[in-house]
């Protein structure tokens, strides 16, 4: 499967845990992006990586944290969990670095924080 | 403030009815916006863009700056429209998405 694929499909855990989410990109694409979506809320950027480099980012919390590695695959790691934090996870990515590109979207990760 | 409203939460029309799923935008730049779509059990995946002004599946969406709008338009609807849809504003806004319920 050359699309992008997101592990895990769904994650449980308890408040005050940490999490490791992942994503690896479309075949060539350099940019991956976050977005987390709540119940009743639409998709909210969190940030993106462009070659291993942050290249933006959006409302994401400071208990949360992402990198792209070496072979441009990214993790977005959760800590100090709260129950608020139960979303669906998405990952997308693109060919380059500007946002004008289609982007092409994993299939998510649900977490639940019980 | 950069911002996607789309003011319908749930869209039903019959099948052969006109479609419009609305979009409004704040940008205070050229904005680049584009439409989203995901099938039932189905990835997001991008539908159209308004640079290209072309139309997908049926689908059309003209860019109207007076307005801030860009609303998705289509003639006849299809119970294959059935869908979640997305505006986007520069590719990382999104709004909070309408729920196309076609009827047969």
């Known amino acids: 499967d050359s699309g992008v694929t997101q592990t895990p499909k769904h994650l449980i855990t308890a408040t005050g845990q940490r999490v490791t989410l992942r994503c690896s990109p479309r075949s060539g694409d350099l940019s991956v992006y976050w977005y987390q979506q709540s119940l009743d809320q639409g998709l909210q950027f969190l940030i993106q990586?462009?070659?291993?480099?942050?290249?933006a980012k959006g409302n994401i919390l400071e208990r949360f944290s992402a990198q792209q590695f070496p072979d441009l695959h990214s993790e977005l790691n959760l800590s100090s969990l709260e129950l608020g934090d139960s979303a669906l996870y998405f990952c997308a990515s693109s060919a380059r670095a500007g946002h004008q590109d289609e982007q092409f979207f994993g299939p998510g990760t649900r977490l639940t924080v019980l | 403030a950069q911002r996607v409203t789309q003011p319908e939460k749930l869209l039903s029309v019959f099948k052969g009815a006109p479609v419009e799923l609305k979009c409004n935008y704040s940008?205070?730049?050229?904005?680049?916006l584009f439409w989203y779509v995901q099938y039932s059990r189905q990835r997001l995946q991008l539908l159209l863009r308004?640079?290209s002004r072309e139309s997908i599946k049926g689908f059309t969406a003209d860019l109207n700056k007076g307005e801030t709008s860009f609303h998705l338009k289509k003639p006849f609807a299809q119970e294959e429209d059935s869908a979640m849809y997305y505006c986007a504003l520069g590719n990382l806004i999104f709004g909070k998405g309408t729920k196309l319920s076609v009827k047969p």
């Open positions: 940008y205070s730049g050229s904005p680049e």
């Open positions: 308004h640079i």
């Open positions: 990586y462009y070659n291993g480099e942050e290249r």
